[in-house]
């Protein structure tokens, strides 16, 4: 599908159903990370991105913050997000402010901005995933906009506390329009019927059976959980030279998932969010057995 021949956002369901997920989730995450509770609301805008005041711009002389987010899933399946200065900056700060600062500098809410954005886009990639019928979640994201713009957006009006703030453009890649436009029929593993098949000729569900007592008594053992942001080696000269104010670089990117250990045994990987003022890890995907097997070593 050509940008010349994309549909109004509006006129697809399953795009809607994607922008009412993603509008919910960003009043959710600013909800919890400001104890405001945001109004959103989104609107189909065709026409350049120029005519709603957004250039296709970026970098630190641009008003306009742009994120571009690829999904997982395939190659060029690609979401937009641009904010105006007005709006990231007094979104940024609100958030900032309620976590306790008193004075926040530009670059602190530009990154925050960041945060709260790629976590509002980590539920979107659920969405998209849940409609394309398989597991989808974000890349790593990038500041940057389209190459070329594809005039179909959608235009998104955030209020904090009342504030009515500029509003954002969002916009998706002609790949992904095509594929939410006709997703693939989600089949079965040929495994999968005859197990239900045969479980249903027997009268019995594909639940599994009952815990023994044992595993019973076990539910109740605590086992300790960590959260793993990267890893590094240092020799045992730096080491030895470690003191306050040390900066240590891991070796996970910004953007990438932390990993989630349960006594020492990655179990699964997730997204750092905020939840009440403290930080969480939302599970966006189970390690496999081999994964699990691999880090006992």
């Not at 913050?65 to 997982?72: A, D, I």
């Not at 209020?159 to 509003?167: E, F, H, I, T």
């Not at 990267?230 to 030895?240: E, I, N, S, W, Y």
């Not at 989630?260 to 179990?267: A, G």
Request: hydrophobic share 45%; charged share 20%.
């Amino acid at each position: 599908m050509s940008a010349e021949n994309l549909p109004r956002l509006d006129s697809v369901d399953n795009i809607k159903l994607v922008l009412d997920a993603w509008v919910t989730s960003l009043a959710q995450v600013l909800e919890s990370m400001t104890d405001q509770n945001p109004e959103i609301r989104w609107k189909a805008l065709s026409g350049q991105a120029a005519e709603s005041g957004l250039s296709l711009d970026s970098g630190a002389e641009s008003e306009t913050l742009w994120w571009e987010q690829p999904l997982q899933i395939a190659p060029e399946m690609v979401v937009w997000v641009a904010a105006p200065r007005s709006t990231w900056e007094h979104a940024g700060t609100v958030t900032l402010k309620a976590a306790g600062l008193e004075t926040v500098e530009r670059n602190e809410a530009r990154n925050t901005w960041f945060e709260i954005i790629g976590q509002s886009l980590a539920a979107m990639s659920r969405s998209i995933g849940s409609i394309l019928g398989r597991e989808t979640t974000c890349g790593p994201g990038i500041e940057r906009p389209p190459a070329t713009d594809p005039g179909e957006w959608a235009s998104v009006q955030l209020s904090l506390n009342y504030v009515v703030l500029a509003p954002l453009l969002v916009t998706f890649s002609p790949q992904l329009i095509a594929a939410l436009i006709a997703p693939p029929p989600v089949v079965a593993e040929p495994g999968q019927v005859e197990l239900a098949t045969t479980a249903r000729a027997a009268g019995k569900t594909t639940e599994s059976p009952d815990q023994s007592r044992t595993m019973d008594l076990l539910m109740d053992v605590d086992l300790a959980v960590t959260i793993s942001f990267g890893k590094t080696q240092l020799p045992l000269r730096d080491v030895v030279k470690l003191t306050t104010g040390s900066i240590v670089e891991l070796s996970r990117g910004v953007n990438e998932q932390v990993e989630v250990l349960v006594n020492h045994c990655l179990i699964a990987r997730g997204e750092v969010v905020v939840v009440e003022g403290n930080y969480g890890v939302r599970i966006l995907e189970i390690a496999s057995r081999q994964e699990r097997l691999r880090s006992l070593k």
